[in-house]
């Protein structure tokens, strides 16, 4: 171990790069460059060619020279795990930002390998949302990881604020990234009136922070979080947005003079998104980690290369569009582990009805807009699409699954026969409003 190394063989500044002679140095571990004024500037193993090691700064490095002395400490960047930072607030380097005290508690190293797969649980319990786009038509798993695709302008941020207050999750973890100042408020002003604050922790990386934050930013919510999972406790960790740690991705390798991949994003990144997504997990006899990002699509491209990489990885994704989920282009690949087994045995039937007769409406309105006749048959589709789109679609809508099932026969019934909705007798007799 160099702990007491040190080297003032610093060959190249770039930007927040920094390049220095070193020997026996690792990826990923972390240096302090002391500069002449006795300022230090925390900075962490980028990149390793032969004896030439570059480190990314975690703040601006102006000031730093040549002749600056680099002291590498031995170790990854850690984070500070345990109970001590329920109701914290830290930056992407782990420092408070709430004007608290220091935290104190066990050091974990950040960025280490997912769970072994042989102590993993197939997933199989439901996380309740209240909100019927999800608990009814794509349900959410523990242990699930999945993304909100989302343009820029969208209520992701509300969306992901109302899972955290509905959840049932003993812990909920922000990790926010490229935030802006009234993003991160809101946050902060949303779990105080929620009154989740004590189980809630946020590491925070503004827009106005260093890039190197931003990309640490997952590392250190997801590290806490198998801290907690481990000992019991069901995790929620909530990400937003992925497309700006993607960013600052980009942004450092091509500094690094590094050859792009696909649009300017380096070669590594299904890799570098994959092995966060991979911390979610259900421990055989333990806690659970729940992981929902956000990935915001540039442009509104679903092909990009982020959301693009990210559908192979998750586990589905919900659709946000004209601040509605969209139900035709989201999707829950594990729905089916709960629905009509954890769930009630009409939930799989009165949510395919819906869709099925929700998509038969789009047509009706298309009809409507070019100005045909319409059937007996449109009218009754076109009343039920504003009766669903109202009750089922508006994100303001906030109530238990069960509750959301029985509307959505209420909403079938007061538009259609029973004979004309496509569901089996038996469930008929049994839920049909009377």
């Not at 390998?113 to 199989?124: A, E, G, M």
């Not at 990935?295 to 569009?321: A, S």
């Not at 089916?336 to 038969?360: F, K, M, P, W």
């Not at 059937?375 to 699954?401: A, C, G, H, T």
Request: net charge negative.
């Amino acid at each position: 171990m160099n702990m007491n190394k040190i080297y003032d063989r610093i060959i190249d500044i770039r930007g927040n790069l920094i390049t220095v002679i070193a020997k026996g140095v690792k990826m990923g571990e972390l240096g302090k460059i002391q500069r002449k004024s006795g300022q230090t500037t925390l900075a962490s193993v980028l990149s390793i060619d032969g004896e030439k090691v570059t480190l990314q700064a975690f703040e601006n490095p102006r000031g730093v020279s040549t002749g600056d002395k680099v002291v590498f400490l031995g170790h990854q960047m850690q984070a500070t795990g345990g109970d001590a930072l329920l109701g914290r607030r830290l930056n992407g380097s782990g420092e408070p930002i709430d004007d608290g005290p220091e935290i104190v508690g066990e050091k974990i190293d950040i960025g280490k390998p997912s769970f072994n797969p042989v102590k993993r649980v197939v997933p199989h319990q439901m996380v309740n949302t209240n909100i019927p786009m999800i608990d009814v038509f794509n349900c959410l798993v523990k242990s699930q990881k999945i993304p909100i695709f989302s343009i820029a302008g969208e209520p992701y941020n509300q969306l992901l604020m109302r899972i955290a207050n509905q959840t049932d999750a003993d812990i909920v973890i922000i990790g926010g990234m490229g935030l802006r100042y009234d993003d991160y408020q809101a946050f902060i002003d949303n779990a105080e009136r929620s009154g989740s604050m004590e189980k809630t922790v946020m590491f925070i990386h503004k827009a106005t922070d260093p890039a190197v934050e931003c990309m640490l930013v997952p590392d250190m919510a997801l590290a806490c979080a198998e801290q907690f999972a481990t000992k019991d406790k069901d995790v929620l960790v909530l990400l937003t947005d992925m497309t700006a740690f993607a960013d600052a991705m980009k942004e450092i390798m091509i500094t690094m003079d590094q050859v792009p991949s696909n649009r300017g994003y380096p070669g590594s990144l299904y890799s570098d998104l994959a092995s966060r997504y991979e911390k979610a997990v259900d421990i055989d006899g333990s806690g659970s980690i729940t992981v929902i990002s956000v990935t915001t699509m540039p442009g509104g491209d679903v092909t990009h290369p982020i959301p693009d990489n990210t559908g192979y990885i998750t586990e589905g994704q919900f659709y946000l569009h004209d601040q509605r989920i969209d139900p035709f282009g989201s999707l829950s690949r594990l729905k089916q582990q709960v629905i009509g087994s954890v769930t009630r045995e009409d939930h799989g039937d009165i949510a395919n009805a819906q869709i099925r007769l929700y998509a038969e409406s789009k047509k009706a309105r298309e009809r409507q807009s070019m100005g045909f006749r319409l059937s007996r048959w449109d009218q009754k589709l076109l009343e039920y699409s504003y009766l669903f789109e109202d009750r089922m679609m508006n994100l303001e809508v906030n109530i238990p699954v069960e509750e959301a099932l029985d509307l959505g026969w209420q909403t079938l019934a007061e538009c259609f026969e029973p004979h004309e909705v496509g569901i089996k007798q038996d469930l008929l007799n049994k839920y049909w409003p009377k």
